[in-house]
């Protein structure tokens, strides 16, 4: 497999691997108290007790683009920006969702980690380098 190609799906699983394990989300009272990404589409851990909202919805939204960037690896770049473009889009989606389920209208509840922007940084960097791809091989075959 190409080297490029071995580079963003590294990014795309470390991408995986940290919406599972990152703490996301965080109660605005106590910030001790936080869920992950997996712990938020259970509805487990402390904090998503009470909750009920469709969050595994908004967490396909995630995960899918993740998936599709690693099955198609064997694509052409261009194909891998759409999909990292689409994986951006969907964590947008993600944090305004989340944002809006989850904080209640007497400023007491949850709210977003700045750990969310790491994530948006890696997607950034999978469309930057993408795009890199992109000129190194027009350029290359011109």
Do not use: W
């Amino acid at each position: 497999m190409d080297k490029k190609k071995l580079i963003i799906q590294g990014g795309a699983i470390l991408l995986l691997v940290l919406f599972f394990t990152l703490p996301l989300v965080q109660c605005t009272q106590d910030s001790s108290i936080n869920a992950t990404g997996l712990q938020i589409a259970t509805r487990s851990g402390r904090l998503m007790e009470n909750a009920d909202s469709g969050y595994p919805i908004v967490f396909l939204l995630l995960v899918i683009p993740i998936l599709l960037i690693v099955m198609g690896l064997k694509k052409s770049f261009s194909v891998l920006r759409i999909l990292s473009i689409l994986g951006l889009v969907g964590h947008i989606v993600f944090m305004v969702g989340t944002h809006i389920m989850l904080t209640s209208g007497d400023g007491s509840g949850f709210e977003l980690t700045g750990l969310n922007y790491l994530v948006i940084g890696i997607y950034l960097g999978i469309i930057g380098f993408t795009q890199y791809c992109i000129m190194q091989d027009k350029k290359g075959s011109a």
